[in-house]
């Protein structure tokens, strides 16, 4: 993918980079340019992006002491960073300088890029919003920092063998990470188990000494992110979990080698894997360590910081704001409190204002198996300090809300921090919204459903908490870096300070949706792109697909609310018209899937199945002529998005109405241009206002009307059958096997499921869906309005930078620009 440049270069900087790669490659890597490897030349190369970093990260964090800056802390326990080479060098203002020098030494940057791999430290799109964000954070000059877990193995590597997922283990970190700094001297001890005592001279017993039996030692490793222009340059500082060394040398010199060993793994088992759950999935005690072991050391980090400039916890609020990314890092209320009260002595009541005050909590999920808990026992034998805070800041909750006569049993039991039923449990979502000044939802819909679900009683209580930030993606990643053909025609077209502010000058690009020559070439680089995706698809897979068909792209994880189902029963349906109606002129489709499946959620990995049974059938039968091509593309991460997204043509967001909180690939794909068949769900609402439905293809039951049939216990799909010829036929031949004719009964169970209860109403939805596709492809037998509507959502995309969402949290809940 090389690239002209729109400006010229100067020769000089060319010079100085060349000559910085060549002087790491010498002195950093140990190669002689003659024998380098390509792997040695990224190395080099990164390392010389890295030293063009340093000098503004000093003066920026500089700055922010001298000015004392309020600082913004982002924990969470993801960052879906993917690679970052491109998005140094081009926030740097130096792709082409790099490309440049690069060329005059025989090196393809382009072909060099590919050899990063993907820090995969997150599961989807959470992890993926917290990359977003501290790349946004950046740009904005906030003083930001975010915390996570240096995990040694990211995201499960994908492989499909016969059609199945098979997770492999991810190694990123194999030939070292050239963009961290291991900060050995920045190391905290984190402790868990063990036992507490009273304070004698407390009267009150507020203040309680905690004694651990377990002792691990964090270590900070920082990797600088760049904001665009290089304006500004933040840090992102991962833990890494040690063993504390004194103790199991201690152990070890009394002749307990074993054990020593054991205990040595133990401890550094809480940073080895990313916990390999989404959303579904029920914890364990690891995750719980893991969430500990990274809130404690960010906590003790941020405290220490402010204490060295500020030292009066009491004045936190003022300095400093927490974000916590979903339940994940909840038990920040309960360490916090435990920092300020027990280490540096503050009452009960003062560290309670300053913790409220400093923490504010996102909310990524409505789905009440999604909702964190964790027994009570697990909680006592792990965090015992921790679990006494947690009871006290509950006693004093619900005193306050008898105080003010509330007394309702109702009320009292949903807002407790304990829950009661089928074993004692803490409620980290309780937790969170307790502890934090501000609540938000991720999109208008979710906040809104936010208010009168989960959070419903807690809401009654605290009715100015609750607010909405809808998600948003950069631009700098998903467009500028993603897909440089387009933005070189968006700096053509309207100038190069779009590249500066997106969020209105897109606009501008409106009146070009008209200009005939305009769409002509807005359809020849979606075309590139497609023939780029079409090689790369059949490297992968060996599936050919001719790249004027319709792209119809559905890539994110697997899950049944999603509805990859969905896609797939039209995907069987067409199939089955086409084969049935071999005259008519079919517009030629190519169906694209990516996705992880959790590694303990069968049905979704029987769905990956099916995807690849479909591919198989469809694609070796000759009587459909290419009409209809399946592709699963493997191991979905944010590489393969950016490859993918810049060559779809339609976006399916087709998640049951009222599950998905809000999505950002819906906000990628449109963004360049893709057109959107989806639901009213998610931010696919606020796209809908900005973009205008009649640019998009909405179908299905909305929100109101799911829980309505959710309300009234109606899952049984025979009704829908019955009603639809088309969906019995579907389904009758996925139930026989006539896509699995190696096991016939492989899909019995699924649809036989699906049909008694079809808890995401894919059925329900099944016959709006099919004549929305059914308006998908005379709309793009229509090319004139077509691509007009594809410019438009380009064109009406900027709101749904994540820029304009940090300001707003910068705004609203932190108070962090002036
Ligand atoms: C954007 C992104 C996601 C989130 O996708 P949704 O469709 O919004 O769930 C997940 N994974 C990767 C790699 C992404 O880039």
């Avoid at 006290?392 to 003010?404: E, S």
């Avoid at 998640?655 to 893709?674: H, P």
């Avoid at 691509?787 to 959502?793: F, G, K, M, P």
């Amino acid at each position: 993918m090389s690239q002209e440049s729109p400006v010229s270069i100067d020769p000089a900087e060319v010079a100085a980079f060349r000559e910085a790669v060549l002087s790491k490659l010498t002195y950093s890597v140990g190669k002689d340019p003659e024998h380098a490897f390509d792997h040695d030349w990224f190395e080099a190369i990164a390392l010389a992006a890295r030293d063009r970093i340093v000098d503004p990260w000093m003066d920026h964090t500089r700055r922010i002491y001298r000015g004392n800056q309020k600082r913004v802390y982002y924990l969470s326990l993801e960052f879906l960073i993917g690679r970052l080479l491109f998005d140094s060098l081009s926030n740097l203002g130096l792709l082409d300088v790099a490309r440049q020098a690069l060329a005059d030494l025989d090196v393809d940057l382009d072909r060099i890029r590919q050899l990063e791999p993907d820090a995969a430290l997150g599961n989807g799109g959470l992890g993926r919003l917290a990359a977003c964000f501290m790349e946004s954070m950046a740009t904005l000059g906030v003083a930001a920092h975010g915390y996570g877990i240096r995990y040694e193995h990211g995201l499960f590597r994908q492989a499909i063998v016969d059609g199945w997922q098979h997770e492999q283990t991810e190694t990123w970190l194999d030939f070292g990470n050239p963009w961290e700094f291991e900060r050995a001297e920045v190391t905290y001890k984190i402790g868990f188990g063990g036992g507490v005592t009273n304070l004698p001279d407390d009267p009150k017993g507020e203040r309680q000494h905690w004694e651990p039996a377990d002792v691990v030692r964090s270590i900070a490793y920082d990797t600088p992110v760049v904001g665009w222009r290089g304006r500004a340059v933040n840090t992102l500082r991962l833990w890494r979990a040690r063993a504390e060394s004194d103790l199991h040398l201690e152990r070890f010199n009394a002749g307990d080698h074993v054990g020593a060993v054991l205990d040595e793994a133990r401890a550094e088992s809480i940073s080895r894997v990313l916990y390999p759950a989404d959303s579904t999935e029920a914890g364990q005690q690891l995750r719980l360590r893991q969430e500990y072991f990274f809130v404690s050391s960010s906590l003790q980090d941020l405290i220490r910081r402010f204490m060295k400039q500020n030292g009066d916890l009491r004045e936190l609020p003022q300095y400093v704001s927490i974000q916590l990314n979903d339940t994940h890092p909840a038990i920040a209320v309960a360490e916090l409190m435990r920092l300020m009260v027990d280490v540096h002595g503050l009452t009960w009541d003062e560290a309670w204002t300053a913790t409220v005050g400093t923490l504010s909590y996102t909310n990524h999920t409505l789905l009440p198996e999604a909702l964190e808990t964790w027994s009570v026992g697990l909680m006592e034998h792990l965090l015992p300090r921790h679990m006494q805070i947690i009871y006290l800041i509950n006693a004093y909750h619900i005193d306050a809300l008898r105080a003010k006569d509330l007394h309702d049993f109702e009320l009292l039991r949903a807002v407790s921090l304990i829950q009661e039923d089928n074993g004692r449990r803490v409620r980290m979502g309780n937790l969170a919204f307790i502890g934090s000044h501000s609540i938000n939802g991720v999109s208008g819909l979710h906040t809104d459903l936010m208010r009168v679900t989960v959070f419903k009683h807690l809401h009654q209580l605290y009715p100015d908490r609750i607010n909405n930030k809808t998600n948003g993606i950069t631009f700098r990643r998903w467009l500028y870096q993603s897909n440089p053909r387009l933005t070189r025609m968006l700096v053509d077209a309207i100038g190069p300070e779009v590249l500066d502010e997106p969020e209105t000058r897109l606009l501008q690009l409106e009146s070009f949706a008209d200009k005939p020559s305009f769409r002509k070439q807005f359809v020849e680089q979606r075309r590139e792109a497609k023939v780029h995706l079409a090689n790369l698809v059949r490297e992968r897979i060996g599936v050919v697909l001719d790249p004027d068909a319709l792209f119809d792209v559905q890539v994110k994880r697997i899950h049944e609310y999603k509805r990859q189902l969905l896609n797939l029963l039209h995907t069987v349906a067409l199939y089955q018209a086409m084969r049935a109606e071999p005259h008519i002129d079919w517009v030629p489709r190519v169906k694209i899937f990516a996705g992880k499946a959790a590694a303990s959620y069968h049905s979704a990995k029987l769905i990956i199945k099916l995807a690849n049974d479909i591919a198989r059938t469809v694609n070796n039968d000759p009587t459909l002529r290419g009409m209809l091509k399946v592709a699963f593309l493997p191991n979905y991460n944010v590489s393969l998005a950016e490859a993918i997204i810049p060559a779809a043509d339609l976006s399916e967001q087709i998640s049951t109405a009222g599950y998905e909180a809000s999505g950002t690939s819906n906000m990628k794909f449109a963004l360049n241009g893709a057109l959107t068949i989806g639901t009213l769900d998610g931010a696919n609402v606020e796209m809908s206002e900005q973009i205008g439905e009649e640019h998009m293809f909405i179908f299905g039951m909305s929100a109101r009307q799911v829980e309505a049939r959710k309300a009234a216990g109606e899952f049984n799909a025979q009704p829908w059958l019955d009603a639809s010829p088309r969906l019995n036929e579907v389904l009758q031949a996925i139930h026989r096997g006539a896509f699995s004719p190696d096991d016939p009964n492989r899909y019995k169970g699924l649809i036989d499921g699906l049909i008694a209860h079809d808890t995401f109403f894919v059925c329900a939805d099944f016959d709006d869906y099919w004549d929305a596709q059914r308006k998908v492809a005379a709309y793009w037998r229509s090319p004139k309005l077509w691509w007009r509507s594809a410019v438009l959502n380009t064109a009406r995309a900027g709101w749904f930078s994540s820029d304009r969402t940090i300001r707003e949290y910068a705004r609203d809940i932190w108070k962090a620009l002036d």
